[in-house]
């Protein structure tokens, strides 16, 4: 994440280190997850949700936790 912010705001990963907030990491560490869903979504690479199969009680379990 440090190396795509420094690449993004021409500074070095010692200055992006030094002066980035875990707040700015989480929100680049945000949009590089949402960039690859887009990406995958538009190559249709996506997961179908029905592969994993849960029952309802263990949705609901889930839920309770």
């Keep these: 994440m440090i ?4 690449e993004k705001y021409s500074m070095l990963p010692s200055q ?3 002066n980035a907030t875990t707040y ?3 929100v680049t ?4 997850t949402y ?6 979504k ?3 690479g996506l997961m179908d949700a029905s ?3 849960f029952t309802e ?6 839920l309770r936790k």
Excluded: C, F, I, P
């Design 3 to 6: 190396g795509r912010m420094a």
């Design 16 to 18: 992006v280190a030094t």
């Design 35 to 40: 960039d690859q869903y887009q990406q995958a």
């Design 24 to 26: 700015d990491l989480m």
């Design 51 to 53: 592969l994993y199969k």
């Design 57 to 62: 009680e263990e949705l609901k379990g889930m």
């Design 42 to 44: 538009s190559k249709g």
């Design 29 to 32: 560490d945000v949009l590089a």
